[in-house]
């Protein structure tokens, strides 16, 4: 499915759009945010930019907007933190669990700073800015309860927005993608 075909169905859904980002939008977000879109999240932004909401409205520069959303790309690292001090999560593949809980919060921060940064696009579903290509899978982030929600961007619009049935997110190859794969259902 191309991305006008999927923006209509969302459009239908819904889904209020206005124009896409312009190149110079792109370079100036992604340097704002030190972030960088996959391929396939840059197109569907670039057709034409979602501002219903739970988007997040990346062409708001106004400051607040702006620490909103550095709010939302913290989230990720922010619900493990908390899991790690109210919930005594710990990733086997961390080590043993430091009793020092700062030192356990250091640990997992090195951890989450070495994945693939997490790119909010809908409430706290996110995608992987890297591997720089299409079809990277889309996760559900909430804390540590974190799942795939979509094998790509198009499939995850889908189910979220009642085009798919989420029990398909089985039916197709999921790109493995360090650290946040390893969480899917711990």
């Given amino acids: 499915m191309n991305m006008n075909t999927l923006i209509q169905k969302l459009r239908n859904q819904g889904v209020t759009f206005t ?10 977000i992604q340097s704002r945010y030190e972030i960088t879109f996959p391929p396939d999240l840059k197109t569907f932004l670039q057709t034409a930019l979602p501002i ?28 493990i933190i908390f899991d790690i001090k109210h919930n005594d999560f710990w990733h086997d593949d961390w080590g043993t669990k430091p009793l020092d809980q700062q030192l356990a919060i250091e640990i997992c921060s090195r951890y989450v700073h070495q994945a693939p940064t997490l790119i909010p696009i809908y409430s706290h579903r996110y995608i992987p800015s ?22 790509n961007i198009i499939q995850y619009l889908l189910i979220e927005f009642g085009l798919k049935k989420y029990i398909e997110v089985n039916d197709e190859p999921i790109e493995y993608i360090p650290f946040w794969s390893d969480l899917v259902g711990y």
Wanted: charged share 15%; hydrophobic share 30%.
């Fill in 19 to 28: 124009n896409g980002l312009s190149d110079l939008e792109v370079v100036e």
């Fill in 52 to 79: 219903s909401s739970s988007f997040v409205d990346w062409r708001n520069s106004n400051p607040n907007h702006v620490k909103k959303i550095q709010s939302v790309l913290t989230a990720p690292l922010e619900g």
């Fill in 130 to 151: 890297s591997p720089d290509q299409q079809g990277n899978p889309v996760f559900s982030v909430y804390q540590t309860d974190i799942i795939y929600y979509g094998a």
